[in-house]
């Protein structure tokens, strides 16, 4: 069985673009966060135990490519348990997050960066697009992987009143 973790070091590809070097240092917002949390490129989401909260972690394979979105085929929860999936916390639990409606599975992808760049709800890592901007952090990348993640905190209530990256 495959997994997703949530706590990659972040990927950010502005020190290739446009913001040179430095722009690697930039502060990144992490979505749907309260207080917001900030990282930079190369480090984890959370850095902390403390500033993780309690939030998700580990999760059964929620992953679904843009080949599979566009030949409208389900993400890898599919061939898992297809209702629902395991989520392990950062406070060490775990918890069962149903989803018989199979709406993780067929995560649609429209207004995400997808479609312009490659991707999915399968790149944790590469959590604010190919740019690093807050356009591409807030408006492309928020929609798939971190708007997964954070149905997952919603459940425990964790930034259940976050409604917006």
């Known amino acids: ?10 990927y950010n590809m502005s020190t290739h673009a446009s913001g040179g070097p430095t722009a690697a240092y930039t ?13 930079i490129s190369g480090c984890p989401v959370f850095k902390t135990v403390k500033l993780n909260a ?20 389900p993400g890898f929860g599919w061939y898992d348990h297809r209702d629902g999936y395991n989520v392990l916390y950062g406070d060490l639990s775990a918890a069962w997050f149903g989803d018989g409606e199979m709406r993780i599975a067929y995560w649609d992808l ?25 356009y591409h952090n807030a408006t492309c990348r928020s929609n798939d992987s971190p708007l997964i ?10 930034d259940a009143d976050k409604t917006t990256p």
């Not at 992490?30 to 900030?38: G, L």
């Not at 972690?57 to 843009?66: A, E, H, M, P, Y």
């Open 54 to 73: 309690g939030r998700a972690l580990v999760s059964d394979c929620f992953s679904r490519g843009n080949e599979a979105a566009q030949a409208n085929l």
């Open 110 to 134: 429209t207004g995400t960066c997808v479609a312009s760049h490659p991707g999915g709800t399968w790149n944790a890592s590469a959590y604010c697009g190919s740019f690093g901007d807050s």
């Open 1 to 10: 069985m495959q997994y997703n973790y949530r706590n990659m070091p972040i």
């Open 149 to 158: 993640w954070h149905n997952f905190d919603i459940a425990r209530g964790i």
């Open 27 to 39: 502060e990144i917002p992490v979505a749907y966060t309260k207080p917001q949390v900030k990282t």
